[in-house]
């Protein structure tokens, strides 16, 4: 195939039994804060200090700063979203809610700084356990990274849904902007974590965008904290199911192929940074204080609830 060898059928319907466990999983957690609570805390906690030393450690494909930072900050970024969600006031605070934006910009920087960290290993072989092929790529989805986090905008109008759930949506945070950043992250994934690209790219971005089109809209940077953590602390506890199992599944290693998707993440993120300045200048926002896209139907649709 073109961006990944052969697909055996074992293989292709364990991807789903994938997306749908990591979407059993975040609605468990959205159930009620005491479930959130035991996934996102306690049982990362003793996963620390029991099972990653040894299931993570030195010689594992899981052992370099990136694995360790992210499984962390997407934990960080489930708990403070649940503690704006459950602690009253929370919402409210203009200084709680610099916190979505920062902890989904820093996410997102650290994947760019990987990106041109593994541009400047210049490599074409097998580093820290898994095959990296450093090229121009690598600077195209940075790029594209750092675009996607310049067109974050409109957390000043998050707010906490008034139902059982508490869900945190952001009405600012629309369908194009999503689809930028599912084009850009799998194209991360696919350029310094190649052999994982099937399930830590394709599965976990779509388990966290289809609850955000057609479960609860709005609420698309819960969907995608939880499920990356869950992910994440999933991979780290068994690096084999992605690495050396019967379901792994090997990217292609094309140059052809890491060309065409880091070129769809550039493209479509530097059509939403046009979209987006566009909107600026035409409707006079202050994009660090104010709502962008609050006269488009998609905005008014979450913004209603």
């Known amino acids: 195939m ?36 035991f996934i996102f805390l306690v049982l990362p906690l003793g996963l620390t200090f029991i099972v990653w030393p040894t299931t993570a450690g030195e010689g594992t494909s899981m052992d370099d700063w990136f694995h360790w930072a992210k499984v962390y900050s997407a934990l960080a970024g489930c708990l403070g979203f649940l503690a704006i969600r459950h602690i009253k006031g929370a919402a409210n605070n203009k200084y709680a ?78 369908w194009f902007w999503i689809i930028a950043y599912d084009l850009w992250n799998f194209a991360y994934v696919y350029n310094c974590l190649s052999g994982h690209a099937f399930y830590a790219g394709a599965a976990l971005l779509v388990s966290c965008t289809i609850p955000a089109f057609v479960i609860r809209t709005g609420a698309w940077l819960q969907h995608r904290a ?54 600026i200048v035409k409707l006079k926002r202050n994009p660090l204080k104010e709502e962008i896209y609050t006269d488009l139907a998609a905005y008014k649709a979450v913004a209603a609830k």
């Open 2 to 37: 073109f961006l990944f060898e052969t697909i055996p059928w074992y293989s292709a319907l364990m991807w789903f039994g994938v997306l749908g466990g990591l979407m059993l999983v975040n609605e468990v957690a959205r159930i009620n804060k005491w479930n959130s609570l």
């Open 97 to 174: 809610l610099i916190f979505p934006p920062f902890i989904l910009a820093l996410n997102i920087l650290e994947a760019c700084v990987r990106d041109f960290q593994v541009f400047g290993m210049g490599a074409h072989g097998m580093v820290d356990g898994v095959f990296m092929f450093s090229g121009p790529w690598n600077i195209m989805n940075g790029i594209a990274g750092l675009l996607n986090i310049i067109t974050i905008s409109g957390w000043m109008g998050i707010f906490i849904s008034k139902d059982k759930k508490k869900d945190m949506l952001w009405p600012d945070m629309l």
């Open 226 to 279: 939880q499920t990356l953590a869950i992910w994440c602390m999933f991979a780290m506890t068994y690096p084999a199911f992605i690495d050396t199992s019967m379901f792994a599944v090997k990217s292609s290693n094309s140059a052809t192929a890491l060309w065409v998707v880091s070129g769809l993440a550039l493209a479509s993120n530097i059509a939403v940074f046009v979209y987006h300045v566009y909107k």
